[in-house]
């Protein structure tokens, strides 16, 4: 089981950039799968993007894609995402989510909602035009 609690959201100008950061505790976080999700006020969650257990593969929403970057230090158990060329539309509630424990021969990454199972509790991005 993880825990997680993200960080880095506030308000930022259309083109600005920003970087949000989850932090895992618990127990080999390099065995789970992760992924960053965004609710805006109104709408459904979203799938914003997706990282495997080791990092070397990512996917990405097609509106973030060109935009946004994941990363993930397996050694500090933590995940991040650069978001670049904010805009307005990015405003939302940004949620990290994990999937696993997995296999230490999976590297899959998934950007299906219902197949993770531990969720932060949002940190609030607001883009301004």
């Known amino acids: 089981q993880v825990q997680l609690v993200e960080s880095g959201g506030g308000l930022v100008q259309a083109g600005d950039s920003l970087r949000l950061s989850c932090a895992a505790s618990g127990r080999a976080f390099s065995t789970y799968r992760m992924g960053w999700f965004r609710q805006a006020p109104g709408k459904e969650r979203e799938f914003v993007g997706a990282i495997s257990t080791s990092g070397g593969r990512t996917s990405y929403a097609p509106s973030v894609k060109g935009r946004f970057t994941i990363s993930r230090d397996n050694a500090k158990n933590t995940v991040d995402l650069q978001m670049n060329s904010l805009k307005p539309e990015d405003t939302a509630v940004y949620y990290c989510?994990?999937?696993?424990?997995?296999?230490?021969?999976?590297?899959?990454?998934?950007?299906?909602?219902?197949?993770?199972?531990?969720w932060g509790q949002g940190t609030q991005v607001t883009v301004s035009s």
């Open positions: 989510a994990a999937d696993g424990p997995k296999p230490t021969y999976s590297d899959g990454i998934t950007s299906r909602e219902t197949e993770y199972d531990y």
